[in-house]
């Protein structure tokens, strides 16, 4: 995949986001590497639903999916068959879900869901009753510049999905949103529950959120025995590394500097990968239809945090000003910010799931499997900053804007800041 030119500044001063994030066109997959990865999965095993049999997984090669369609497939290989749906773009990879092939309960289907002639085409090839909806656009920074393609996967993918299922008569609809369409949630603040106003405040989460609008539409008039899940964030192996955590490990692998949007005071709430597939298998077997589950963590980690944290895994000295100018400098932030999201997991919490990983324990798995795999091998090379962060790297002193309170700015942000009259 090659680069995209970032297209002329919007006239709100905000320059717009790139297309797609910048990967090196050369990449590849050496042979057979994909069998030596671990074989990731949850650890719920549940008695099997009678009226579940086919269960279609759209996005199923993507970071969430994956673990979950390992999942299904691994713990009931004599009651569901699982058929990957995935158009297979630039986050998405077969490598996620290769050592399924030739298992005789696993089927991949490549196709769109914003193809209401492939979705009917799959539901009726494989007699679909259950649909787990996963393949959305879901980077924020993508959205910024590229809202129409969110808006077209996450919105119109849904409504079509929801059409063909309603055409097709599904027992079981579970639809995967996120914890962003709640909005910000002030510090101090108490955690929203299910029932809170949804008040999205980037076009990614206003695309969950319009998603969700339809989904109630779906349930309420034709009776689509629908259930919503909004997740926190979730992070481990697999994941794309176009997100923090992933993003900033292979950087360090290659003792890169990681560039930090802002002053990294936002946090968010973690959920390892392992645990959200637990929680997932308890709402599908558990779960009432109609209902609305948050899938809530207690880990609040601030971006800074999330630096320190990596660098002491790695073993990099970051403890004096110095040292920890040499592996983080901060960039210009996005248009917008949420500073942090708050939810309430009480009502999954009582069909019996909890997290079981810290924050710090699944850390540090995620860091051994990128170490030693990636579901995403690469060249020595491959750029897996946004376009803006790459041109934002310094190439000479001359580019470093100048230091605050002790931490290096790139001259770009420090001007910006001034540009919009912000002061850190």
Request: aromatic fraction near 10%; charge should be negative.
């Amino acid at each position: 995949m090659s680069a995209v030119e970032s297209p002329e500044p919007a006239p709100n001063g905000f320059k717009r986001r790139r297309n797609s994030t910048v990967l090196n066109p050369r990449s590849y997959v050496t042979a057979e590497l994909w069998k030596q990865a671990p074989i990731l999965k949850g650890t719920t095993k549940f008695e099997p639903l009678r009226d579940a049999k086919n269960i279609l997984v759209t996005g199923g090669a993507g970071f969430i999916a994956c673990w979950f369609v390992r999942h299904l497939s691994f713990t009931y290989p004599d009651h569901y068959n699982v058929i990957s749906f995935d158009k297979l773009d630039y986050c998405a990879t077969l490598n996620n879900t290769r050592i399924l092939d030739g298992r005789p309960n696993f089927t991949f289907e490549q196709g769109d869901i914003t193809s209401p002639s492939d979705v009917k085409r799959c539901l009726r090839k494989h007699d679909i009753d259950t649909i787990f909806h996963f393949a959305a656009q879901s980077h924020v920074d993508l959205s910024f510049g590229n809202s129409y393609q969110f808006t077209n996967t996450n919105v119109y993918g849904t409504h079509v999905l929801l059409e063909r299922a309603r055409e097709h008569g599904v027992t079981r609809f579970i639809h995967i949103s996120t914890d962003e369409v709640y909005g910000d949630v002030p510090k101090g603040h108490a955690d929203l529950a299910e029932t809170s106003i949804l008040a999205p405040t980037n076009p990614y989460s206003a695309s969950k959120a319009a998603a969700e609008m339809m989904v109630s539409a779906y349930r309420n008039s034709f009776k689509l025995p629908l259930i919503t899940v909004r997740s926190n964030n979730v992070y481990g192996p697999h994941q794309f590394p176009e997100k923090i955590i992933p993003k900033f490990i292979m950087l360090l692998q290659r003792k890169s500097q990681l560039l930090l949007h802002g002053d990294g005071s936002p946090t968010r709430r973690y959920v390892y990968a392992g645990d959200i597939v637990d929680a997932l298998d308890t709402i599908f077997h558990k779960g009432t239809i109609g209902q609305i589950y948050n899938i809530a963590s207690k880990d609040e980690i601030s971006n800074m945090d999330i630096c320190h944290r990596l660098l002491d895994i790695f073993g990099l000295a970051h403890d004096t000003l110095e040292e920890s100018r040499r592996w983080v400098l901060h960039t210009e932030d996005r248009p917008f910010n949420d500073q942090r999201y708050a939810t309430d997991g009480s009502k999954l919490a009582a069909l019996g799931w909890e997290p079981k990983t810290t924050f710090d324990d699944g850390l540090k798995l995620t860091v051994d499997w990128y170490q030693l795999l990636t579901s995403f091998p690469v060249v020595e090379g491959t750029e897996i900053w946004t376009k803006e962060e790459h041109e934002d790297l310094p190439s000479s002193d001359e580019e470093v804007g100048g230091e605050h309170d002790g931490t290096m700015w790139t001259k770009r942000a420090l001007d910006h800041l001034e540009e919009v009259g912000r002061t850190l």
